[in-house]
């Protein structure tokens, strides 16, 4: 018998069987502030050491994106290419992604397809442009706006400019935790769930941009709805550079949650 693993499920389904797929994103060139490439590390650690019932599911850890140092471009194409290829053998599993720089959930949503974005996020990220570049973590919402409803929920701290795009957007829409969890309308699919870490108040986490202000309660009763309506879930932005990370195992509990509250409830 073999005594290894290499992953932080007791058994790596292959890709054709998984319910869900988990792929870690370790990039973070697009950040001005601390680093979150390790994030991917954080979370698979923290969760060999959560308990819970995703042994239930077949899960398959595709383990991490190979990225292009400094190349948004070229590692956006590597992950649309990757989801492209996971989706040609298994077409529609349940992905996680875990990083990593949020201006990734640009190129995932757009290769998902998704029509509605539910983005819980200190910042709102819908600048046009930041520092003369259109693809940066601070962009991302904005670029995804063009082709979903993108909901946002936690915004602490917002720009002038994305002020000003919030206002004229009409694919952007704030709103507060109890408008979201009293908002009927159904939410036109595929939708994807994103999390930037930042989003809880810093005594919480460790993150590049310590700005949120949301305690776990909070978030969690906003999953309570979300993960039932959700096709797909990325949580980034995660900075912590040593284990153990309360930050790894905060993210680990949310998508234990989500996971839970999606198949085995």
Known sequence: MLYSSNTFVPYNSPLKEAQVVFLGLPFSSTATSAASNYGPVMVRESLKLVESRLGKLRICDLGDLEPVPGSFELTAERVKDTIREAKMQNPSPF????????????????????????????????????????????????????????????????????QDEIRTNPNIDPMSINEFLEDLEPLKGPVHLSIDIDVFDPSYVVTGLPEGKLRPEQVYAILEKAAVVCNSMDIMEIADNALPSKTGFLASHIIKFVLEKKFLS
């Open 95 to 162: 992905f996680v992604f875990v990083g990593g720089d949020h201006s990734m959930s640009f190129p995932i949503s757009e290769e998902l397809k998704a029509r509605t974005v539910i983005h819980l996020d200190a910042h709102s990220d819908s600048r046009r442009e930041y520092l003369g570049n259109m693809f940066m973590h601070q962009t991302w919402a904005y670029h995804a706006s063009k082709y979903a409803r993108v909901i946002q929920i936690g915004l602490n701290s917002v720009s002038e400019a994305e």
